[in-house]
């Protein structure tokens, strides 16, 4: 019993520095494959420049009819295109702001250990006064 109680910090300091870095980056990749899946930046780029909503105007016969359809056709598109570059700017931002958690986070997990033990010890001896 006491041998697993003092082998405890010594088996999660093991794990934090191991196995956890690999859990970690299993993270961040999941979630930056549901970003880029939610935000469907793939699927964005390769219809940038389709009709907003697939809406078409059908031409008319004589020649206004295709100019106007044709107008109309143009502005739909254009719609469409500034949509979903909207939509992909705004997953891109997403996955930066992601990486940049990402990183803190990796740096905080490095002196969590450290914090902690510094946060056990000063409790035990009164070194850090925490009262208001």
Not at 32 to 47: H, K
Not at 98 to 124: D, N, R, Y
Request: positive net charge; aromatic residues 16%; hydrophobic residues 60%.
């Amino acid at each position: 019993m006491t041998s697993s109680v003092f082998q405890l910090p010594l088996s999660y300091l093991l794990w934090h520095y191991t196995v956890a870095w690999g859990d970690l980056l299993r993270l961040y990749l999941n979630l930056t494959w549901f970003l880029w899946n939610f935000f469907s930046i793939r699927i964005l780029f390769g219809t940038l420049f389709s009709p907003w909503h697939r809406l078409r105007e059908n031409a008319k016969k004589d020649i206004g009819g295709l100019l106007g359809s044709l107008i109309l056709n143009l502005i739909l598109r254009g719609i469409g295109c500034v949509a979903r570059i909207a939509t992909i700017l705004t997953g891109l931002l997403a996955l930066a702001l992601l990486f940049l958690f990402f990183l803190a986070s990796l740096s905080l997990w490095l002196i969590m250990p450290l914090v902690l033990a510094w946060l056990i010890i000063s409790g035990f001896t009164g070194i850090a006064d925490f009262s208001l």
